[in-house]
């Protein structure tokens, strides 16, 4: 083999005209190269010819083809699959819209900017588009969509659903419950129910979380409400309950002390230059202006009706006689936060009339009055405040408001009386409310307490109580003026059951209350109570309250009441509290 590829390099420098060199030369430089080339694996001689190359490669595949093993026929290589598997990937990661692509949220995160979705741990989201960012475009089970951070998400499949579904399936066995679709669901009593302040959970999915009000949020938002933090609420444990506490020994409701227990009377609001032709609303609630936790109402909204002058709006100092206490000027603030960033606010707001005759509320302004400092010390002191109002949206990050130097609010802050303290300290942690309506809720809690801890059998019965005054008192005083109306009747009661201990007066309050709920329940078109309402059915409303409290003055039965009056068919769901139902489990 050297000697002929020796030939050819001779034969190939002689017709290209080069110098012919001798055959002993020629041989010693075979012999060198032969050395060089003793080890083919590292050193590849670059003088081989064409037909070398195809040889040696035709040799090399012959052995390849005989090391190969075919796979059985109708098995696919797992090779092969798995880089299907990846194109598939890549050509769902250039931002097509997918289908059927679930993902798991691993950890809670506010949305930062607008068109963010807001993730809570444990929500399945939907993956509709994937961008190269990372910021993918995501769907929850609300049907919103937003972006969502792809590092925020976990691969959910099908496997896992049909798991998840099937512990669900079993859980609700042991617990000795039914299929949603199966439950019976306690509707809303009719004569109870708000026209426009509440919306039903479906509708709920569809208003913006982020309110321009308070009274937009009181309007759209349960949990805003004074009957969801009155509602007796279980604990974690789901046997004791979170803010309702029982004192064994004494017989009594458990005192709680807070951080913060103030009465606050709203004096004046001053420069009102006529505003408000339809009247006038203060709102109060605590507000947590965090930037962990997030902008949010942190308490119920409570509501003062303003006495609109031409220059200033004033509040009453004490019920008037034969008249609502919607207009009383005083308002009881319970606060257990220690937060620096929770403070009380007060919104300032029209109401102003719209073309149909209706009437809507417009806000005015608000001031904020910080509870505590960083270190724990009240800052809400017993003084008087003169604080300017100042336009600003609730939620808005960028723009702190302007303050007015014409709008101000004037009111005083002090520690509540002494005869007051005894029913303040049963009250739950955090409330807004009147100081008027404070013994009906009292007795109400007492109720709750001997109800649900001392009397109750068993911490693990989840069975309807058959309790009027448990199912119905909380969702009655989201009803402004039917909690005015029953505190009223019920002082008047009080005080003649002055010399009984409070366990009989518990029990004339629960037959009291019965009495109303009945008388109310059973009563047809009944009109509903609104803040908004323009003065025909205001007054309309006003009169048929104003019956409710002549009946119960008179003591008036429910046999008495269908034997002269039209009545509707009273529905037994209604006597039941639920300690699973809506606001129960925390």
Not at 108 to 122: A, S, T
Not at 127 to 136: C, K, Q
Not at 561 to 567: A, D, N, S
């Amino acid at each position: 083999l050297d000697k002929r590829k020796s030939t050819k390099r001779r034969l190939k420098g002689a017709t290209s005209g080069g110098e012919v060199r001798s055959d002993e030369e020629s041989e010693k430089e075979e012999e060198r190269k032969k050395m060089l080339r003793s080890n083919q694996s590292m050193y590849v001689d670059e003088s081989d010819d064409e037909e070398e190359v195809e040889e040696v490669k035709r040799e090399e595949k012959k052995g390849r083809d005989e090391k190969r093993v075919d796979p059985p026929p109708g098995i696919e290589r797992t090779q092969m699959k798995e880089e299907k598997e990846e194109r598939g990937e890549r050509e769902e990661s250039r931002g097509r819209t997918v289908s059927g692509n679930l993902f798991v949220v691993l950890a809670d995160l506010p949305p930062d900017q607008e068109g963010d979705l807001p993730l809570k741990k444990g929500d399945v989201i939907s993956i509709v588009e994937t961008r190269s960012d990372g910021w993918w475009i995501g769907e929850n089970e609300g049907k919103e969509r937003g972006l969502v951070p792809r590092t925020f998400l976990a691969h959910l499949s099908r496997d896992d659903v049909m798991r998840e579904r099937r512990e669900e399936e079993k859980t609700n066995r042991l617990m000795g419950r039914e299929e949603t679709s199966q439950v019976i669901q306690r509707p809303q009593p009719e004569p109870l129910q708000l026209e426009t302040q509440r919306t039903s959970r479906t509708e709920r999915s569809t208003v913006p979380r982020r309110y321009s009000s308070l009274g937009e949020a009181f309007m759209y938002d349960k949990h805003v409400s004074l009957s969801c933090h009155l509602t007796p609420r279980l604990s974690e444990s789901n046997l004791s309950f979170h803010d309702l506490f029982w004192n064994h020994k004494q017989d009594m409701l458990r005192k709680r002390h807070v951080r913060v227990s103030k009465l606050v009377r709203l004096v004046r609001i001053e420069k009102m230059n006529r505003l408000g032709e339809g009247g006038g609303l203060v709102r109060i609630c605590l507000f947590d202006r965090s930037s962990k936790t997030g902008r949010q109402i942190v308490s119920n909204v409570h509501t003062i009706r303003a006495k609109c002058g031409r220059s200033d709006w004033t509040f009453t100092e004490k019920r008037e006689k034969n008249g609502d206490g919607l207009s009383f000027g005083e308002f009881v603030l319970r606060s257990n936060y220690r937060l620096s960033r929770v403070n009380m606010l007060i919104q300032v707001s029209t109401l102003e009339k719209t073309t149909n005759g209706e009437l809507e509320e417009k806000a005015v302004g608000l001031i904020e009055l910080p509870l505590l400092d960083d270190t724990g010390n009240i800052l809400l002191t017993n003084k008087s405040y003169a604080e300017s109002l100042k336009e600003v949206s609730l939620f808005d990050d960028l723009h702190p408001g302007v303050a007015s130097s014409l709008r101000k609010i004037v009111l005083k802050v002090r520690d509540p009386p002494r005869e007051m303290t005894h029913y303040i300290d049963s009250m739950p942690d955090i409330l807004v409310l009147s100081p008027l309506h404070l013994s009906p809720i009292f007795y109400f809690r007492r109720h709750a307490g001997r109800v649900l801890i001392r009397d109750r059998n068993s911490p693990f019965s989840a069975e309807l109580i058959n309790d009027l005054t448990l199912a119905i008192f909380p969702t009655s005083c989201d009803d402004a003026d039917l909690l005015d109306m029953m505190a009223r009747v019920w002082v008047g009661t009080e005080k003649t059951l002055a010399n009984l201990n409070s366990e009989d007066i518990t029990t004339q309050f629960h037959q009291l209350f019965s009495s109303l709920c009945l008388l109310t329940l059973a009563r047809p078109h009944i009109t509903p109570f609104s803040w908004l309402a323009n003065p025909v059915k205001a007054d309309k409303r006003w009169k048929e309250m104003k019956a409710l409290a002549s009946a119960l003055g008179a003591k008036t039965t429910v046999t008495t009441m269908l034997l002269t009056e039209k009545c509707q068919p009273l529905r037994p769901l209604f006597f039941s509290f639920d300690l699973f139902g809506e606001h129960a489990i925390d």
